[in-house]
């Protein structure tokens, strides 16, 4: 599935390097007329700086959007989770802070196919964008490949896999990272959906993630950027 990807920051769509002629709201009435079947909606303001400024706006789209709508942005807390989804946001990505505390992961594993876990990745350690500081710290540096591990022991169905080194650089998906993921759990990657984002920049891309078996694929700057629509990039992952 082609997810189109609305980043927002201070209320704004907020897209380094790209001129933004949408408000949040109209973007994402932009993409849903486009085609859009789901939506992933990050507030950058709680990533960055733990203020969740933009979640009533964003719960606002999510309502109104008539599609599912994730939501983003450095989330650790179960209770908080558990809120989101009951505002009416489909899903809800976790931080790879949670893997601080396997008691923490299977809590989120309790929350069902609401949850995704994030493997936020730096060179193969885990490097959390935003959550509680002190789960941030302590799970920064863990393996990716072990906390895969831990995703799957402790009930974890969807992992949404990202290279931070190529995030928002239009350098291509993390397929090499995607492949030592799945490998690495063996017989229980059946188990588990993979979602992943972060680099995606041509039709080719979307193909190649298709052919692998994604999930998902999450797209924000190359479709902002017009290098494809959403009706190409459904196309050729069909």
Same mark, same amino acid.
């Given at each position: 599935? *082609?997810?189109?990807?609305?980043?927002? /920051?201070?209320?704004?769509?907020?897209?380094?390097?790209?001129?933004?002629?949408?408000?949040?709201?109209?973007?994402?009435?932009?993409?849903?007329?486009?085609?859009?079947?789901?939506?992933?909606?990050?507030?950058?303001?709680?990533?960055?700086?733990?203020?969740?400024?933009?979640?009533?706006?964003?719960?606002?789209?999510?309502?109104?959007?008539?599609?599912?709508? /994730?939501?983003?942005?450095? *989330?650790?807390?179960?209770?908080?989770?558990?809120?989101?989804?009951?505002?009416?946001?489909?899903?809800?990505?976790?931080?790879?802070?949670?893997?601080?505390?396997?008691?923490?992961?299977?809590?989120?594993? /309790?929350l069902g196919r609401g949850?995704?876990?994030?493997?936020?990745?730096?060179?193969?350690?885990?490097?959390?964008?935003?959550?509680?500081?002190?789960?941030?710290?302590?799970?920064?540096?863990r393996g990716v490949l072990?906390?895969?591990?831990?995703?799957?022991?402790?009930? %974890?169905?969807?992992?949404?896999? *990202?290279?931070?080194?190529?995030?928002?650089?239009?350098?291509?998906?993390?397929?090499?990272?995607?492949?030592?993921? /799945?490998?690495?759990?063996?017989?229980?990657?059946?188990?588990?959906?993979?979602?992943?984002?972060?680099? %995606?920049?041509?039709?080719?891309?979307?193909?190649?993630?298709?052919?692998?078996?994604?999930?998902?694929?999450? %797209?924000?700057?190359?479709?902002?950027?017009?290098?494809?629509? *959403?009706?190409?990039?459904?196309?050729?992952?069909?």
């Amino acid at each position: 599935m *082609i997810v189109p990807s609305i980043d927002v /920051r201070f209320g704004h769509v907020a897209y380094r390097g790209v001129q933004i002629r949408f408000t949040p709201s109209e973007l994402a009435e932009h993409y849903v007329a486009e085609g859009a079947a789901e939506l992933h909606l990050v507030d950058r303001d709680m990533a960055e700086r733990g203020d969740p400024a933009n979640l009533a706006l964003l719960g606002a789209i999510a309502r109104r959007s008539r599609v599912p709508c /994730r939501l983003a942005g450095g *989330i650790s807390s179960v209770p908080f989770g558990r809120e989101a989804l009951d505002a009416g946001f489909s899903g809800v990505l976790f931080s790879s802070a949670v893997f601080a505390d396997d008691g923490l992961l299977r809590e989120v594993a /309790r929350l069902g196919r609401g949850a995704i876990v994030e493997l936020e990745s730096r060179d193969g350690w885990l490097s959390p964008r935003g959550g509680d500081a002190m789960l941030a710290e302590a799970a920064r540096g863990r393996g990716v490949l072990a906390a895969a591990k831990a995703a799957a022991d402790a009930g %974890i169905a969807d992992l949404y896999v *990202i290279d931070l080194e190529t995030d928002g650089a239009l350098a291509g998906p993390p397929l090499d990272l995607l492949e030592e993921v /799945r490998a690495s759990l063996v017989e229980r990657a059946t188990a588990v959906r993979f979602h992943t984002g972060g680099g %995606i920049s041509s039709l080719e891309d979307v193909r190649r993630l298709a052919l692998w078996g994604a999930t998902s694929a999450v %797209i924000g700057r190359a479709l902002l950027e017009r290098r494809m629509t *959403i009706a190409e990039a459904t196309a050729a992952a069909a």
